[in-house]
């Protein structure tokens, strides 16, 4: 089974289903739009087992490019959208990629490759083209996962980790089905947007909704038109609506008597009031649509109380945990089901997961095995003999803790422990997520830094522009009361101005650092 195969399967199911929604076009328009795409891709010189670019933005053009280079038998060099040329020419040099397919704008005199514009029309369909003989161990992707230029590492993932990941994502099926339709706001370059934009969409028979900005007059616009049933979005996005809808709420003086109903509907429920919860329920559904019914959360981990939001208007609401290496979700958290804060379930179909060297307080590094696990980095034999065991595992560098309902919990990167001079270990992930609960604070780094010779847990705060150093002071200091004294941050820095960000809006704490060590921010120390 390949990723043509996946079409194939889809369009002989759902021939008539809209795929791209926004363009009106059905699972059988698609494949021969994808057939006449790979003409034209067959025709510039692109065969079985080229590596062939992607650079643009959530257009059509993009599942129809990536199709069409499976149709050839090439293999998809995913480009995030927002690097530089001297970056694009390293990872195309490195890839051995000769063709990038890319919206115009991207375009620049290169030494490596032929720039093909991805918006143009395709040529006649050769009636005698048929889809390449690929097995399913054939590398379908390339993506890079540590930067872009140096020595990065290169992620290949076959044609079998592709379509085991749609599979895998078979739990969904209570709530996304054939002719629902998904949101496709988060890039599709990145693994997150693609294993749920394009594997769950098509192997669902579903429509996707494409939005290339992420500008939210637009992301509202479109809830309105095409009332998605099921929403992806990293956690920073989905506070972001949370916090706009209660703002609004508030100065509609509203909000009280919203909460108070939503925190008490179970008691309405038993006295035979539900049709009260529903009239306060209803108003902000209609935000997204009126027809949502699953909201998806990866990328980091969401704030319980921003959950438990969305889950108080009746919603379902889960969270992902994966890589690049596992084709993004190999753990989620169950639908439906209970559990406790930051948890994302448990590994998915046919994956398997085992926490090694614990801490005292159960923390210990995840390893992953399964049929979404790749098979090793590109050319990279030394630390494939690091990152796999015997048995296949593959060390993700995370640190996770199971609670008493066997699920996972995301305890932060392994290479951003914080190890202090006393050996104790800091988990970074826990401090930002208790910083992120001060009134005012709009993002925060925390990473180890030296002062003085001495290693410290040091933070960056994004805040209001009503915030002051003393103000931060006060409020960090109340907040380091609820951890224990080794990891409390008494040195730290803000600034009025966004903190970096990569593409799904997890914070660069290697740029804030740097940034630090520049002297960008205004410092403090309790």
């Not at 000769?98 to 375009?107: I, L, N, Y």
């Not at 005698?128 to 993506?143: E, M």
């Not at 980095?377 to 996770?400: I, P, Q, R, S």
Request: glycine share 8%; hydrophobic share 40%; charged share 20%.
């Amino acid at each position: 089974m390949n990723m043509n195969n996946l079409l194939e399967v889809a369009v002989a199911q759902w021939p008539e289903n809209l795929f791209l929604v926004r363009e009106n076009i059905t699972y059988a328009s698609f494949m021969a739009m994808v057939r006449a795409r790979a003409t034209t891709l067959k025709n510039v010189g692109i065969k079985k087992d080229d590596v062939v670019g992607v650079l643009a933005h959530n257009i059509p053009q993009f599942p129809l490019t990536l199709f069409a280079i499976w149709y050839l038998g090439a293999r998809v060099l995913m480009l995030d959208t927002n690097l530089t040329p001297f970056e694009y020419e390293n990872m195309t040099e490195i890839a051995g990629c000769k063709f990038v397919c890319a919206e115009p704008s991207f375009f620049f005199d290169s030494q490596n490759f032929k720039f093909l514009d991805i918006t143009a029309h395709d040529e006649k369909t050769d009636p005698d083209l048929y889809p390449a003989k690929v097995k399913d161990t054939d590398i379908a992707s390339l993506s890079f996962t540590s930067g872009s230029t140096g020595n990065p590492k290169v992620v290949p993932l076959t044609h079998y980790n592709l379509v085991e990941c749609a599979y895998s994502l078979e739990d969904m099926s209570e709530y996304f089905g054939s002719g629902d339709i998904m949101y496709g706001f988060l890039p599709l370059y990145h693994i997150f947007g693609f294993a749920i934009g394009i594997l769950a969409t098509v192997h669902f028979g579903g429509g996707l909704v494409l939005q290339p900005t992420i500008n939210p007059k637009y992301i509202m616009d479109d809830f309105k038109k095409f009332k998605p049933h099921v929403i992806p979005a990293v956690p920073r996005l989905w506070e972001m609506f949370r916090n706009k809808i209660i703002d609004n709420l508030i100065a509609q003086k509203k909000w009280r008597i919203v909460s108070f109903i939503l925190k008490n509907q179970s008691t309405l429920s038993s006295m035979g009031l539900d049709f009260v919860t529903r009239k306060i329920q209803e108003p902000i559904l209609n935000i997204f649509g009126g027809r949502a019914r699953l909201l998806i959360a990866g990328g980091a981990a969401t704030k319980p109380e921003v959950e438990k939001f969305y889950e108080s208007l009746g919603l379902t609401f889960i969270q992902g945990y994966g890589l690049t290496e596992t084709v993004g979700p190999i753990c989620i958290s169950k639908p439906g089901k209970r559990r406790m804060a930051f948890s994302v379930g448990g590994p998915t179909t046919n994956n398997e997961c085992e926490i090694r060297d614990k801490d005292d307080n159960g923390i210990g590094v995840l390893w992953v095995r399964g049929h979404q696990v790749f098979g090793g980095y590109l050319n990279n034999d030394a630390v494939n003999k690091e990152v796999f065991d015997d048995k296949g595992f593959f060390n993700t560098g995370d640190m996770v803790y199971m609670d008493k309902n066997g699920e996972l919990h995301f305890a932060g990167r392994k290479k951003q422990v914080i190890v202090l001079d006393s050996g104790k270990n800091v988990y970074p992930d826990e401090l930002e997520a208790m910083f992120m609960e001060i009134p005012g604070v709009k993002g925060v780094a925390v990473f180890e830094h030296k002062v003085k010779d001495k290693t410290v847990t040091y933070a960056v705060f994004s805040v209001d522009k009503n915030m002051t150093l003393d103000k931060l002071a006060e409020q960090v200091a109340n907040a380091n009361k609820k951890v224990a004294s080794y990891k409390w941050v008494t040195h730290f820095a803000m600034t009025n101005d966004e903190l970096p960000m990569t593409s799904t809006q997890k914070v660069k704490h290697h740029v804030v650092r740097q940034n630090l060590i520049d002297g960008m921010y205004p410092t403090r120390k309790e």
